[in-house]
């Protein structure tokens, strides 16, 4: 079956640096893909998307780079915060509403 | 403006009882998606609904049942619980039902003792 799937379980960062979180996908018709970060407790909040036909898109002190030659995809967050520490999924999805989850990374931002 | 709310946040069940988690989307939204996320994992799909008809359904059992109402909000039921099912049931509401961001609440708490 399908799978979306995180590099790392862990990743710990100063605070001032940059993080990366990658993410790779294994069907190649997934079309639609969002980053999100869930704090404990909480319920997963929307980071930012990117559509199939992009291979970048920036926000607010994030970028999500999509290679779809090596379904491939990653979270930049530039600058990180303390308040960037949660767990961070990517999420994949085929012409639908089924979203599919990786199993998350954990930040760690050290003061 | 108010976000995906869902009750109850939390709640203990025995097993072998039914369970109903109750569901309100974002203003505007049509499409209502369920998930169960169980401790160190992501996210699984369960169902989702858009316009009050079932539009997918997740590898889960018949036990699991939910519905869309005239307002757009929805409800999951559980029968016969097992106390695999004790997970944190998340709801997520979208403008439509395809490639569109998928914001959720933060969830219900089940513990099936």
């Known amino acids: 079956g399908e799978s979306v799937g995180l590099h790392l379980p862990t990743l710990s960062v100063q605070e001032g640096d940059n993080s990366i979180i990658n993410c790779a996908y294994s069907?190649?018709?997934?079309?639609?893909f969002i980053w999100y970060k869930q704090e404990s407790g909480k319920g997963p909040q929307f980071i930012i998307d990117i559509r199939s036909n992009m291979d970048k898109r920036q926000g607010q002190r994030v970028t999500v780079l999509l290679n779809k030659t090596v379904k491939h995809l990653s979270l930049q967050i530039a600058a990180t915060q303390p308040g960037d520490s949660a767990v961070y999924f990517c999420?994949?999805?085929?012409?639908?509403?089924?979203?599919?989850f990786g199993q998350g990374t954990e930040l760690s931002v050290k003061p | 403006d108010a976000g995906v709310t869902q009750s109850p946040t939390h709640l203990i069940k025995t097993r072998g009882q039914q369970v109903t988690l109750r569901c309100s989307p974002i203003?505007?939204?049509?499409?209502v998606s369920w998930y169960q996320q169980v401790l160190g994992q992501g996210p699984q799909f369960i169902f989702q609904y858009y316009e009050k008809e079932e539009r997918g359904r997740g590898n889960f059992p018949d036990r699991f049942s939910a519905r869309q109402f005239p307002n757009y909000s929805s409800e999951l039921n559980v029968n016969a619980l097992l106390l695999g099912d004790s997970a944190l049931y998340l709801c997520a509401s979208s403008l439509a039902a395809a490639n569109q961001p998928q914001h959720f609440g933060d969830g219900t708490r089940l513990s099936i003792l």
């Open positions: 999420a994949a999805t085929n012409q639908g509403g089924k979203l599919i």
């Open positions: 069907n190649s018709a997934s079309d639609y």
């Open positions: 203003s505007g939204h049509k499409s």
